[in-house]
């Protein structure tokens, strides 16, 4: 009798499986293969729970629920349009090849819905699965860059659009915020209000000048009702734009509601850059850049804590400024009369961004990258055919020099048209044949008693005293390092560009400040690296700490404009160059580049809601257009 019912016992055991890999409306997962003989040395017991075991795994169903989604022309026949979601779920049970269904439309779904499913605002989409749905891939938090330091709850809170900020200090400057930033978090018009209804501002200092060391960190809270207020602390007025920027991310429109919300509120957000500079390169030389033009990227910068423009303003293509010093420059150097700044299309840009919390850093690059000053005036050239780099030999090569730096500087630190601290004076690329070649100029440098490295290192430190006595401290590209080291003043700032290059390990190791932009990554005409290359990039890779917090002041994403004007800027820039503002923003440890693929794809979707033309994340050369249609979430 007991081998009998061993025999029963076995052959449900067998049925069980068969069953349990052939389930209708489940893909199929291979069972492991059972040996008689480990059926046989089973207790009576053991069997029995194997049977239920199986028997369980059999009739196991999971339906995943995707919130405005659907698989499109991808059904079956029949429906269950007016139907509860729970009729709905029976009605493709009983419904031969169906594995799901959309809601509330009730048009029923193969089986194989998953493997296209995409977004569509109508309807949700429930699918039939044989495992549990895992968490979804999720944009958390919601924050480009990533904070410091945060915590939240899991509450959804409701936003008045007509609430209220106020301040412990009147600034104008905060006062225009405000109306930036309403505009910024209400975009669509309400059917209600909310229970979050004003904002309160203690803010430190509202007259501290914008400079490289100016404090950008704030402290946000978020209450989860409307029994508290939400609060803004800052030291200067550039923390509470970066706080008002963060509060702009996590105040969402509901378009079901037709209201605003914060989800997962309590918030506490305490935040400040890893780095304090963090900059775009903008190169107005090779096409010019409009003033609108270039006003359109300082708001886009901000929305990604990116706070400096470095501007490349002249090269060898073209001198687009008009020096009110030496006017031929602009006049016989521009590509033509419309394409040029005036000193006040100069102080328009600076203050727009002033406004913003951006500085404007200036490059006016020498001895190279300057044949276009020699149309105006060709007295600081070598010769008509041999225009550059700058010629050494004469006074009048330093004068205007020094009539065009003070164009900017206005003579004293902290002062003029474009009153940061930190001027660019390049110093990178210079073949000094045209030195050697010219009779004029090798009579002189023999007379001196100098080789052409020697006539280099003089010309690169008479324009950085020229420099320095106007109040201003020196940027440089990373060639004066590489030829002059310590010799160079110690003021000296050393942006790194070379490709495998460590100079900044050298350079900070001898107690000289550095930036980081390395070419082969954070080089944005570059257009097959992408965002995960530029995110991998860590600025202190073999920097001792100690060294990366004081002497590594930031970097940034360089702009170069061969290929780029008005055009295919914001594409070109946009969505890699917030990559690189999250690396100089956010903590070090902050790196899996899985983790932030979701809210790459929700920050490059939020410029496209404010009008920037960030091009698709996934682009395999970038700024190309969309490959198909399709949410700008999974593209």
Known sequence: KNVAMKAVTLALIALACVCAGHSLHRPTTAKPHIKREDLESLSREELMSMILKETEEAKAQYWWYFKQADCAYDDVPGGCAGKTVDECKSICLSTSGCGGFNYPHGILKKTDCLSHKAPESTVDLYVLEATPQPPPASNYPPIWPYPQSFTNGSTTVSVDPNFKFSASMQSDDLDAAFKRFDALFFPHRAMGGGVLNNVAIMVQNVTEQLQLYSDESYSLYIPADGTATITITAQTVFGVYNALQTLSQLIVFNFDTQTYQVSLAPWRITDFPRFKHREVLLDSSRHFEPVQTIKNLIDSLTYAKINVIHWHIVDSQSFPFDSPTYPLLGQKGSYSPQERYSMDDIADVVEYARQRGVRIMIEIDNPGHAASWCAGYPEVCPTPTCLQPLNPATNATFDLMDGLFRDFTGGVRGGGVVFDNMFHLGGDEVDTSCWTNTPAIADWMKQQGFSADQTYEYFVKRAQAITHAQGRDVVGWEEIWNHFGTELDKSTIIQQWLGDSTIARNATAHGYRVLI????????????????????????????????????????????????????????????????????????????????RPRMAAFRCLLNRRGIAAAPVKNVQARSAPPRPGSCYLQ
């Open 517 to 596: 932009s390395t070419a082969d990554v954070w080089y944005l005409p570059h257009l097959l690296v992408t965002w995960e290359t530029m995110y991998a990039v860590e600025p202190c890779d073999g920097i001792p700490d100690a060294q990366c917090d004081t002497l590594v002041l930031g970097g940034g994403g360089e702009m170069w404009g061969e290929t780029v004007d008005t055009s295919d800027l914001a594409q070109t820039v946009w969505p890699r160059l917030a990559a690189v503002a999250e690396r100089l923003w956010s903590p070090r440890g902050l790196t899996d580049v899985n983790d932030a």
